[in-house]
Nanobody, 114 residues
Framework: VQLQASGGGLVQAGGSLRLSCAAS????????MGWYRQAPGNQRELVAT???????NYADSVKGRFTISRDNAKNTVYLQMNSVKPEDTAVYYC?????????WGQGTQVTVSS
């Protein structure tokens, strides 16, 4: 499975951005898609995940500002980022956990200017 992420870019603090990640094939059965991010000098960290059943999980730092959603018919997961902050600046990676397999997208840069 290949994951193609898009939607990153430069945004001012307080603004919004939406990331998308499409899987290259239909995802059958139980799975979880999500977003992680990695800022320079930091470890990769969880941002949000969503299961095939719609259950969501968020990092405390983005709760109330980011919303993860998915369109199972399009095999796509989205991350709506509102009220962004400079500390949200990072490379954002799409992730798919499917059975015993863990897939990663290529990453998309998000830069928030103050």
């Amino acid at each position: 499975v290949q994951l193609q992420a898009s939607g990153g870019g430069l945004v001012q603090a307080g603004g919004s951005l939406r990331l998308s990640c499409a899987a290259s094939r239909r995802l059958l059965g139980i799975n979880a898609m999500g977003w992680y991010r990695q800022a320079p000098g930091n470890q990769r960290e969880l941002v949000a995940t969503i299961t095939s059943g719609g259950s969501t999980n968020y990092a405390d730092s983005v709760k109330g500002r980011f919303t993860i959603s998915r369109d199972n018919a399009k095999n796509t997961v989205y991350l709506q980022m509102n009220s962004v902050k400079p500390e949200d600046t990072a490379v954002y990676y799409c992730n798919l956990l499917w059975g015993k397999y863990n897939y990663w997208g290529q990453g998309t840069q998000v830069t928030v200017s103050s």
